[in-house]
């Protein structure tokens, strides 16, 4: 099974970037369809991102379109999650996720789609 661990949050000011990187071992990342997840304090854990085991297929959260963009490198055995305009809707922690099942659209944005989880990395955006 796969093992992921993310990095890259942190505090940034309100219109800067970050980019999250999930690392996994333990697993033929390859074989496993990319996911990322966010939960602010006090709320639901939602959908943000992911990619099929290719990088061919992509799903986005509708209501985040166009700032953030998912990407994946096979033989870094790492998914990034580039986040651009930060906002103050954005603070939370990121989570990444793994799947190894035929990727579908349809599944890709719920968190019970995804077998395994890394143990998240903070985001906080300062005014």
């Known amino acids: 099974q796969v093992q992921l661990v993310e990095s890259g949050g942190g505090l940034v000011q309100a219109g800067g970037s970050l980019r999250l990187s999930c690392a996994a071992s333990?697993?033929?990342?390859?074989?496993?369809?990319m996911g990322w997840f966010r939960q602010a304090p006090g709320k639901e854990r939602v959908f943000v991102a992911a990619m099929s085991w290719s990088g061919g297929t992509l799903t986005y959260a509708d209501s985040l379109k166009g700032r953030f963009t998912i990407s994946r490198d096979n033989a870094k055995n790492t998914v990034y999650l580039q986040i651009n305009n930060l906002n103050p809707e954005d603070p939370a922690f990121y989570y990444c996720?793994?799947?190894?099942?035929?990727?579908?659209?349809?599944?890709?944005?719920?968190?019970?789609?995804?077998?395994?989880w890394g143990p998240g990395t903070q985001v906080t955006v300062s005014s």
């Open positions: 333990g697993g033929t990342f390859s074989r496993y369809a």
């Open positions: 996720a793994a799947a190894r099942r035929t990727y579908s659209g349809d599944y890709a944005g719920q968190a019970s789609w995804y077998a395994y």
